[in-house]
């Protein structure tokens, strides 16, 4: 399997970038003397396709085993090298399940699956990162 993509100049330091779903983004950065921004940063959107693979697959695991949660999120960030080209050397990914009555065992089974088995953007950062995954349960009250 292969994708293609397409990314267009649109001006300045924008560029709009098109998807095989046929969904666009806009990217950019940060310029110096403004805190405009038209889009996302590059790197901060590999931290964003990390937690969308993982998180894609953490819930088709959880729907397959038929474990009910209130609410999930994941936080990750990156350190960034002090030269150039800067690229992410550590990441942490940390995944919080919310609801009454977790199945926690279930739950990290779901993080472990994605994270040695399914995520393809994971262990694309597993070859230039040092990657750290945490889960966090928060019980909610009935």
Not at 4 to 27: Q, R, Y
Not at 88 to 98: P, R
């Amino acid at each position: 399997m292969s994708h293609k993509i397409t990314t267009h100049w649109k001006g300045g330091l924008t560029f709009e970038s098109d998807n095989p779903s046929g969904k666009t983004v806009i990217m950019d950065t940060n310029i110096e003397g403004t805190d405009h921004r038209n889009g996302l940063s590059p790197k901060a959107m590999m931290l964003s396709s990390l937690a969308g693979c993982s998180g894609l697959d953490v819930i088709s695991t959880l729907d397959k085993m038929k474990v009910e949660i209130d609410d999930f999120k994941m936080d990750v960030s990156g350190e960034l090298t002090d030269e150039h080209p800067k690229y992410y050397h550590t990441v942490v990914v940390d995944y919080h399940f919310y609801g009454a009555d977790l199945n926690q065992k279930k739950c990290e089974r779901a993080v472990n699956l994605s994270v040695d088995k399914y995520c393809g953007v994971m262990e694309m950062f597993r070859r230039f990162a040092t990657v750290e995954t945490n889960i966090y349960f928060h019980e909610s009250i009935k």
